[in-house]
């Protein structure tokens, strides 16, 4: 089962995906995920994309198409999420080309409808931990008291990104209506998409997601 997670920053697809990796098996495709460690490892390409992103802008087609090509040639048993990709009608275009020439096919598109306001506070209450990308909130989800992950136990290590302040945001909310938006159609009038409310306890839209994949399981 090949599933994408469309919506803005914020909306949880992260913490969704990495749900589903722990209880399917699926594998997680984060294009952002993949961009930040080729910046934090300073490969030439990551170098070349890190100002792009702090700034809350989109990179090429070309480099995120690539890093999806890659990937796509090895498989995966348990399927793909698409994480953050595609964003612009051009990625999804590529996607579509992808997918058919590596013989998989495309199960659901799943829009997680957050409102802009919860957004902004998601987002800059948000940090992570270094040793496993647990989110925490420091309104909903406080980093522990003790300094240590509750998941994987790494004490001290939790980090902000550099694009999640109030001005990058205002650029990634305005990069999503503009390019990635469009995608809800696209997908719609290809009769691949479901509407989600991403604004329910995390376990609830787990729940919704479940549901989803149920129905695309009967459908294929
Ligand atoms: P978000 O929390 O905004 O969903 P991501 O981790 O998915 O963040 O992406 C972070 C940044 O990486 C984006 O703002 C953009 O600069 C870049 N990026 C990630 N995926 C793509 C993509 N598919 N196309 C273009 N740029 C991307
Ligand atoms: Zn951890």
């Known amino acids: ?43 030439e390409m990551g170098n070349r994309v890190s100002d792009v992103m702090a700034k809350g802008e989109l990179v090429t087609d070309e480099i995120v198409i690539g890093l999806i090509r890659e990937k796509l040639e090895h498989g995966a048993e348990g399927g793909f999420i698409f994480d953050g990709f ?31 306001t919860a957004l902004v506070e998601r987002i800059t209450a948000r940090s992570t931990c270094g040793g496993c990308g647990e989110v925490y909130n420091d309104k909903t989800k406080p980093i ?18 550099a694009d999640d302040n109030e001005e990058s945001l205002k650029t ?36 919704a997601i479940s549901d989803v994949l149920a129905v695309a399981k009967s459908n294929s």
């Open 1 to 43: 089962m090949n599933i994408i997670l469309l919506g803005p920053p914020g909306a949880g697809k992260g913490t969704q995906a990495r749900h589903l990796v722990e209880t399917r098996g699926m594998v997680q495709l984060s294009t952002g995920d993949m961009l930040r460690e080729a910046k934090d490892s300073g490969t």
């Open 86 to 116: 595609p964003r612009t009608l051009a990625q999804a275009d590529a996607l579509g080309a992808l997918l058919e020439t590596t013989g998989n096919i495309l199960d659901a598109v799943i829009e997680m409808e957050v409102d802009d």
């Open 144 to 161: 522990p008291a003790d300094g240590r992950c509750t998941n994987c136990g790494k004490e001290n290590d939790f980090k902000r990104r």
């Open 172 to 207: 990634r909310l305005m990069e999503y209506y503009k390019k990635t938006s469009p995608l809800i159609g696209y997908y719609y009038a290809k009769g691949q998409l479901t509407k989600i409310n991403g604004l329910g306890e995390i376990e609830n839209v787990q729940a």
